[in-house]
Antibody
Framework: QVTLKESGPGMLQPSKTLSLTCSFSGFSLSTSGMVVSWIRQPSGKSLEWLAAIDWDGDKYYNPSLKSRLTVSKDTSNTQVFLKITSVDIADTATYYC???????????????????WGQGASVTVSS | DIVLTQSPALAVSLGQRATISCRASESVRSSMHWYQQKSGQQPKLLIYGASNLASGVPARFSGSGSGTDFTFTIDPVEADDIATYYCQQSRNDPTFGAGTKLELK
């Protein structure tokens, strides 16, 4: 059974650095093709993809936020981390980590989805 | 970024068909996927590759389309389907639509 769980500070002040942890089980990030993504969702709004890291340590970032984001993983490949620098009120959101899955039936590539999600970590930026 | 446009809300009666559209700002071929998000919960994958049902998803959910125009259908709608539905493309860096809130008439 694949499970993911996010943890974070809950609340932090503007201009600080937000640090989030995604702990997962049921799969290993050392397995070829595995990718873990971060997505956030402000209250009442849509989803925004932030970053991803793959089994090989390659990192991918949303271009609009790239200068503020750092994604990493631990050496045991059971945790993924996200740091966001210089937070402001607009960074208030629920932050999700999710496993990415590619769908390919041998002849056609259907693209990739987030097929398993954590329950989300609520983060409020406030002075 | 590829922008995905969804209508904001849809009101349906139980037992009827609900059809939600998603239009992409450029072609995503068949790399369009659909999620359900109930209040206070994380999103759940329903459809991948425009028309393929994810594992364990009931057959009353379906999807169609390619290129820039996609449709997601629930037939018949059940009370448990009340949620917000999002489309997501993976042709480029992933983006999501604004979501369509399914409501009861």
């Amino acid at each position: 059974q694949v499970t993911l769980k996010e943890s974070g500070p809950g609340m932090l002040q503007p201009s600080k650095t937000l640090s989030l942890t995604c702990s997962f089980s049921g799969f290993s990030l050392s397995t070829s093709g595995m990718v873990v993504s971060w997505i956030r969702q402000p209250s009442g709004k849509s989803l925004e993809w932030l970053a991803a890291i793959d089994w090989d340590g390659d990192k991918y970032y949303n271009p609009s936020l790239k200068s503020r984001l750092t994604v990493s993983k631990d050496t045991s490949n059971t945790q993924v981390f996200l740091k966001i620098t210089s937070v402001d009120i607009a960074d208030t959101a629920t932050y999700y980590c999710a496993r990415r899955r590619d769908y390919y039936d041998g002849t056609y590539y259907y693209g990739y989805v987030m097929d398993a999600w954590g329950q989300g970590a609520s983060v409020t930026v406030s002075s | 970024d590829i922008v995905l446009t969804q209508s904001p809300a849809l009101a349906v009666s139980l037992g009827q068909r609900a059809t939600i559209s998603c239009r992409a700002s450029e072609s995503v071929r068949s790399s369009m996927h659909w999620y359900q998000q109930k209040s206070g919960q994380q999103p759940k994958l329903l459809i991948y590759g425009a028309s393929n049902l994810a594992s364990g998803v009931p057959a009353r959910f379906s999807g169609s389309g390619s290129g820039t125009d996609f449709t997601f259908t629930i037939d018949p709608v059940e009370a448990d389907d009340i949620a917000t539905y999002y489309c997501q493309q993976s042709r480029n860096d992933p983006t999501f639509g604004a979501g369509t809130k399914l409501e009861l008439k």
